[in-house]
């Protein structure tokens, strides 16, 4: 029996992608053997990877004259590969910080250059974004990083800040595949693969082939995105798995309305689960309405003392994962794109029965 997991990541996916992947396994189109025991630069796996790609750019609107690579290390490697690749030693590099993420990259970028937040919601709980107009960067600094979801509180952006001509770089690993996004608005966008895009051990970097060529010479050869890039991020054996897997929820993606299908699925889902907490009069969603997350839904009971029992019981129920992050307790629903709308129906059925309970 399969439950509707919550997980913030490595999180759901899609049934048919693991039905697809299950049938494939032992088999891989006829070649008598498992994708993963294929060669990463035999003709089968090459085509397989392109083709992943070539969906990636057809679902996200992808320009031609943006990199997508194929990279390990994860999102937090970027926050150390983004800086050996865009910025020169000792550098300023602008930071809008809105959560935990954006605050470990911004530790992370100090060991290479020199962050400079110009806009911080921390003294405020990170539970809003900076408003569009209160934040000036430094024309001097090498690009400006942010983080349009932020998983852990459950923060996103609901514009896309103006880097005044600074190259803009976003952390998109909890909300890309979300919705539609306007990639030509941004010079660098990655994303861990394990939130909307498949399993662990793969990330995505989409770069503005403009940014190529910087590299500091003592960036890891894995990392440099100007080495991936001239081949076709194979400098080194990729996560072949993972990137399969991309592609196979890509085609998911694309046999369900695309981005704009998953926009339509995704604001039901948070719309339903918000207004049942907004109306409860027992949750409560500390976040500021416009800056809200689609993807991460933290909440919160009255009586935190109860919290474990409310884990507990739901996850008997067949809803796992609800815990909220360690540093922030409470409950956290994650709702990706493969979390379908009856998942969260299930939940809001569970929350009203548990505060009947207990209220
Ligand atoms: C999960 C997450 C990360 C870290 O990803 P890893 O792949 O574990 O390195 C970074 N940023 C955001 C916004 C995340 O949600």
């Known amino acids: 029996m399969r439950v509707y997991n919550f997980s913030a990541g490595p999180a759901m996916l899609p049934l048919e992608v693991l039905e697809r992947a299950k049938d494939e396994l032992l088999d891989w189109g006829g070649t008598g053997m498992s994708v993963m025991e294929h060669s990463h630069r035999g003709k089968a ?10 969906s990636l750019r057809e679902v996200m609107g992808i320009p031609d004259n ?9 999102a937090y490697g970027e926050f150390a590969a983004i800086p050996l690749n865009l910025s020169a030693a000792g550098q300023t590099i602008d ?3 809105t959560g935990d993420w954006s605050t470990k990259a911004i530790a992370e970028a100090k060991k290479y250059a020199t962050p400079n937040v110009i806009a911080s919601e921390k003294d405020n709980g990170f539970v809003d974004v900076p408003a569009p107009d209160s934040f000036e960067v430094n024309p001097e600094s090498a690009y400006l990083h942010y983080t349009p979801n932020e998983t852990i509180r459950g923060v996103e952006f609901d514009y896309i800040p103006d880097s005044k001509g600074l190259p803009l770089i976003a952390d998109f690993s909890s909300t890309i595949l979300s919705r539609p996004v306007e990639v030509d608005k941004f010079d660098l966008i990655f994303a861990g693969a394990q939130k909307n895009m498949g399993p662990s051990g793969l ?9 190529l060529g910087k590299a500091r010479p003592e960036c890891p050869s894995v990392w440099d995105f100007t080495q991936q890039a001239a081949n076709d991020s194979m400098l080194n054996t990729p996560p072949t798995f993972a990137w399969y897997l991309l592609g196979l929820v890509l085609d998911w993606i694309k046999a369900n309305g695309g981005l704009e299908g998953m926009a339509a699925r995704n604001k039901a889902k948070a719309d339903a689960l918000y207004d049942y907490i907004d109306g409860s009069g027992y949750y409560t969603n500390p976040v500021a309405k416009h800056a809200r997350s689609w993807m991460n839904v933290p909440f919160l009971q009255a009586n935190a003392s109860l919290d474990k029992q409310f884990v507990t019981e739901a996850t008997a129920a067949g809803l796992t994962n609800l815990a909220g992050h360690r540093s922030v307790g409470g409950m956290r629903a994650s709702i990706y ?8 129906q299930a939940l809001i059925d569970f ?4 505060a009947q309970k207990n209220g």
Do not use: D
């Not at 794109?337 to 969260?344: D, I, T």
């Not at 929350?351 to 548990?354: L, Q, T, V």
């Open 203 to 211: 990330v995505t970097v989409i770069v503005n082939e403009e940014l």
């Open 337 to 344: 794109n493969a979390v379908p709308l009856e998942g969260v």
């Open 351 to 354: 929350m009203k029965e548990f």
């Open 95 to 97: 930071f809008i910080n």
């Open 45 to 54: 796996f090459v085509e397989c990877a392109a083709g992943a790609e070539a």
């Open 66 to 74: 943006y990199k997508c690579l194929f990279l390990q290390g994860g």
